[in-house]
């Protein structure tokens, strides 16, 4: 799977942090960082639960 | 302000009165005639106090959809936004501004709840969640709840966080429950809004001239460096006073005494010790009691067609989260409070960019909180039969005035 993350729209609600550590981070801001945008499919739960409660809509995924 | 009344769109002659009263005997639930709503429909017009009639949005899909779209303002000055409460010439915080002037403001603030910065709190929280409950039980065993815990606990962790003194607690706490009541007149609300901005701002003169590591000094640089005025800082200031401990407090209260309401859902959480458990008992309690039950309000900025209807440009829309985060195509039995079931998805702290700032932190605290005091006190029960508690229902925040208990 192919993660992109739009910064601009970030509200820094960190909500993909709690979902996905490994593929979310934040900057000291709370803006989200992505740290793999290419993520392990074994990471795919995770990464769409990561999608889908980002309220800013900031999270796209690619099969 | 002025008003649009829509006498047009679906339903408006006959369009029901919002709010609308909960049902006697399922404090938890959202108002029976709200839930008719959504089997009738996504989009329904309601009557509000002033006669006009926006938009009603009840489904959990259509909810998410308006409050990420971009056509619709949380501006609250607009004509047709449709106000909970009469507006009386006050300012407003960021919370009811549009971008950018919304985000650059509300990206000032952020910092202190990014979740790691959040985690790092995490046993101060703890010991002033141990701290409160030794003295509980040091005392009487039986107390109100909501005086002796669940109003300092965040009340505390707020002042802490934003630098103002705790020792101000009553001023601040009297003030702000004034400014959230529906049933104060406007000229009282105005008055704690006015007493509450005051001390803030004069918080503010002491935080320019003596900078300490807290939210409020990191405002007051950004006021010395001119990219905020002192009376937008002491507004942001009243927002996060009130909204960091208002809510929090009532969660703790009222998912207090739903777990009391409900002894198999509370054994399992004083049963684990599993920290991903009570993370998701949280998000089960934050989707089954809903505390901030008035519905986001917003006005449309354009045409936004959803399933057949139209909000024409112009209209009010409101977003009851409570009724979304009951919706059975999203939650299976949705009124069923079930700790076990994954429910991460609810709209709790509402959806787009103005969801909750504080989520990390309030859910940190509830993490904390539900984790230690029913471990610490196994025998805590009401103290008091259940249609004797009084019930929030005239506030904006849902929740208890008073939780007798006893252990």
């Keep these: 799977m192919k993660v992109t993350l739009d910064q601009d729209k970030c509200v820094a609600s960190g909500q993909c942090v709690v979902a996905a550590d490994d593929v979310f981070d934040q900057d000291d801001d709370g803006i989200a960082v992505l740290l793999d945008p290419a993520p392990p499919s074994a990471r795919a739960d995770d990464v769409q639960q990561a999608a889908a409660v980002c309220p800013a809509l900031a999270i796209r995924i690619q099969d | ?407």
């Design chain 2, 1 to 407: 302000m002025t008003s649009t009344v829509s006498t047009e769109g679906a339903h408006a002659p006959s369009a029901p009165e919002f709010p609308m009263p909960r049902a006697a005997g399922c404090p938890f639930d959202p108002p029976p005639a709200l839930k008719s709503e959504q089997e009738l429909g996504s989009l329904r017009k309601v009557r509000l106090w002033d006669g006009t009639t926006p938009w009603l949005v009840t489904r959990y899909a259509d909810q998410r959809a308006l409050l990420a779209d971009p056509r619709i303002s949380a501006d609250v000055t607009r004509p047709g936004y449709p106000s909970p409460t009469p507006l009386r010439g006050a300012s407003f915080s960021f919370i009811l501004m549009d971008d950018p002037e919304h985000a650059r403001q509300r990206r000032m603030v952020t910092a202190p709840f990014t979740i790691k910065r959040v985690e790092a709190m995490r046993p101060a929280v703890q010991k002033i969640v141990d701290g409160l409950i030794d003295d509980m039980l040091a005392g009487p065993p039986r107390a109100d709840l909501v005086q002796a815990f669940a109003l300092p606990v965040p009340s505390l962790v707020i002042c802490e966080l934003l630098g103002v003194p705790y020792t101000d607690h009553d001023f601040f706490q009297e003030n702000s429950k004034t400014l959230i009541s529906r049933s104060a007149a406007p000229e009282q609300r105005g008055a704690a809004h006015a007493n509450l901005t005051g001390y803030l701002d004069e918080l503010m003169g002491h935080k320019i001239a003596r900078p300490a590591d807290d939210l409020l000094s990191g405002l007051g640089t950004r006021v010395e460096a001119g990219e905020l005025s002192r009376r937008e800082a002491a507004e942001m200031g009243v927002l996060l006073l009130l909204a960091g401990h208002e809510t929090t407090a009532n969660m703790i209260a009222l998912g207090t005494l739903a777990l009391l309401e409900h002894p198999d859902q509370l054994a399992l959480l004083r049963g684990t010790e599993d920290p991903r458990a009570v993370a998701g008992a949280v998000e089960e309690l934050l989707r089954y009691l809903n505390i901030t039950h008035g519905g986001r309000r917003r006005v449309a900025l354009e045409d936004i067609e959803i399933g057949g209807e139209v909000i024409r440009a112009g209209e009010g829309v409101i977003v009851p989260n409570d009724i979304g985060n009951r919706d059975p195509e999203v939650f299976t039995d949705p009124d069923r409070l079930d700790l076990g079931r994954d429910a991460r998805r609810h709209v709790a702290f509402g959806f787009g960019v103005h969801q909750c700032l504080g989520q990390p932190l309030a859910r940190m605290e509830l993490q904390v909180v539900y984790s230690t005091l029913y471990r610490r006190v196994p025998t805590l029960r009401l103290d008091a039969r259940l249609e004797e508690v009084p019930f929030k229902h005239d506030g904006s925040v849902y929740g208890v005035y008073e939780l007798p208990v006893a252990w």
